[in-house]
């Protein structure tokens, strides 16, 4: 059997800007400013990084008044974490370097 990771995913996460606005908002909603805040990215930095993280499906918008508020989607990263748990427990079960190239 073939496990599959969302390499898209993975590629969204792998940015350190990226990551530290999902643990932000790991604990809170925010908006951009608050989020400018905190990271010291700027507003146009920032907006690129959260238009991937929410079409990698990490992070939702909600619109309020003239703010739009991100919050974090954990089922997103719960499913990766899955598959990449999964991947790891068929290297464990099949000993993963039992195939050898031949010399």
Do not use: W
Request: charged share 25%; aromatic share 2%.
């Amino acid at each position: 059997m073939l496990i599959s990771v969302d390499a898209d995913l993975l590629k969204a996460l792998a940015d350190p800007l990226r990551t530290r606005i999902l643990s932000l908002l790991s604990r809170e909603t925010l908006c951009t400013t608050h989020l400018m805040e905190e990271t010291g990215a700027r507003q146009t930095n920032l907006s690129n990084h959260l238009r991937v993280l929410r079409e990698a499906g990490l992070v939702e918008t909600e619109p309020c008044g003239r703010f739009t508020y991100y919050r974090l989607v954990p089922e997103r990263l719960e499913a990766l974490s899955a598959d990449l748990a999964r991947v790891a427990a068929t290297a464990r079960a099949t000993g993963a370097a039992d195939r050898k190239r031949a010399c």
